[in-house]
């Protein structure tokens, strides 16, 4: 018998977030390591959930009060083995990669500063990710003037010449 419970993150600041997966307990400095190696400006918290032994929310980062923001969000998802990284003053691609290329990192769920609801499994043994809501409902088709303010804000941003 399993059971299902929506959790919703608490991250009214919209602060950046990326949820994933991982399985060592190496996995929060390695973690650590790919962050403050992807670019230099970088604040972040981490926390990652134990699935075996003390079963515990390990963390790190630079900043203490984004560390304190995984905490609260890793042990509200209580899914072992599951990551939560928030981060400033860069963007999911600045650092994406870095992650991925994480041994121990099996799969990465979301990367964004949206609203975030994870849905949850729940059996006897414990809880698991079984996917994610990132933001909202799309509200129709992009017109030519929203191309233009996509295409705008990503030379804004430095992405495109």
Do not use: W
């Not at 203490?64 to 990551?83: M, P, Q, T, V, W």
């Not at 928030?86 to 990367?111: G, H, M, T, W």
Request: glycine share 8%; aromatic share 8%.
């Amino acid at each position: 018998m399993v059971d299902l419970e929506l959790v919703d993150l608490n991250n009214e600041d919209e602060i950046e977030c990326i949820i994933g997966q991982a399985g060592f307990i190496k996995t929060i400095e390695d973690l650590y390591e790919a962050l403050v190696t992807s670019t230099p400006k970088i604040k972040f918290g981490i926390a990652f959930s134990e699935a075996s032994g003390k079963c515990l929310v390990r963390s790190e980062g630079n900043d203490d009060s984004l560390i304190k923001l995984a905490e609260e969000n890793a042990l509200k998802i209580g899914a072992g083995h599951s990551f939560i990284i928030f981060f400033k003053d860069a963007f999911p691609i600045n650092i994406l990669n870095n992650i991925k290329n994480v041994q121990e990192v099996s799969r990465i769920y979301c990367a964004t500063a949206n609203p975030i609801s994870v849905l949850i499994v729940k059996s006897k043994q414990g809880r698991g990710i079984a996917g994610i809501i990132d933001g909202y409902t799309p509200k129709g088709i992009e017109t030519a003037d929203d191309k233009k303010d996509r295409h705008d804000l990503l030379r804004k941003f430095g992405y495109k010449l």
